[in-house]
């Protein structure tokens, strides 16, 4: 059972940054992917990023692309997600959720459907108002 827990959640003013991070217990497999998701009120859950642990490889939704960044350290198993010139739109739940299954030394690169994450954090709720 993998246990995943955001925090860093805030209320930011339109072009702020602001850094979440995912705390994981310790995963054993080889192969798997961690990946960032978001839900705004009213919309459906949105894939914002994620990273292959083998690789490292990372993908990003065009969306955040060159705002967002990930970065992880691995020595406490955390994960996080830099987000900088946040607007209005990027205010949503955010939630991590790890990929155990759909990794492997044939498919290395992570998958940013969430319909492939088994496990999922409580969510961090990031507002953007000024």
């Known amino acids: 059972q993998v246990q995943l827990v955001e925090s860093g959640g805030a209320l930011v003013q339109p072009g702020g940054s602001l850094t979440l991070s995912c705390a994981a217990s310790e995963i054993t497999s080889d192969y798997y992917a961690i990946g960032w998701f978001r839900q705004a009120p009213g919309k459906v859950r949105e894939g914002v990023s994620c990273?292959?642990?083998?690789?490292?490889?990372?993908y990003y939704a065009d969306s955040v692309k060159g705002r967002f960044t990930l970065s992880r350290d691995n020595a406490k198993n955390t994960l996080y997600l830099h987000m900088n010139s946040l607007k209005p739109e990027d205010a949503a739940v955010y939630y991590c959720?790890?990929?155990?299954?759909?990794?492997?030394?044939?498919?290395?690169?992570?998958?940013?459907?969430?319909?492939?994450?088994?496990?999922w954090g409580q969510g961090t709720q990031v507002t953007i108002s000024s």
């Open positions: 990273i292959s642990s083998r690789t490292g490889g990372t």
């Open positions: 959720a790890a990929d155990l299954f759909s990794v492997s030394a044939d498919q290395p690169m992570c998958i940013i459907s969430s319909l492939v994450y088994d496990y």
